[in-house]
């Protein structure tokens, strides 16, 4: 069992930037894929980010690829997610996701949703124009 608890959402103005936080409980976090999705309302939530269980790989959506940045530090058993230059379009609820994927696994595959036991609750972040 993994309790995920997101941090860092606010308001900040276009061109801004914010970094989210996503503190893990359990002593396996670096077993574990992690990502971000985010949603609004009416809308699916949406792949953002994802990351491996050692860093090394990660995966992002086209539409913040060269905007958001994601990482984790395994001895904090924490996953980050730097947003840059935001848009008004970039509010939304995000939320932290984990998954133990197979011993080989493609880190895109894990834009799926589908493939996440543990959410978050999520946390705000409304850009103003």
């Known amino acids: 069992q993994v309790q995920l608890v997101e941090s860092g959402g606010g308001l900040v103005q276009a061109g801004g930037s914010l970094r989210l936080s996503c503190a893990a409980s359990?002593?396996?976090?670096?077993?574990?894929?992690m990502a971000w999705f985010r949603q609004t309302p009416g809308k699916e939530r949406e792949f953002v980010a994802a990351i491996s269980g050692g860093g090394v790989l990660t995966y992002y959506a086209d539409s913040v690829k060269g905007q958001f940045t994601i990482s984790r530090d395994n001895a904090k058993n924490t996953v980050y997610l730097q947003t840059n230059k935001l848009k008004p379009e970039d509010t939304a609820v995000y939320y932290c996701a984990a998954s133990i994927p197979p011993p080989s696994y493609r880190i895109s595959a894990y834009a799926n949703r589908a493939r996440y036991d543990y959410w978050g609750q999520g946390t705000q972040v409304t850009v103003s124009s």
């Open positions: 359990g002593r396996t976090f670096s077993s574990y894929a």
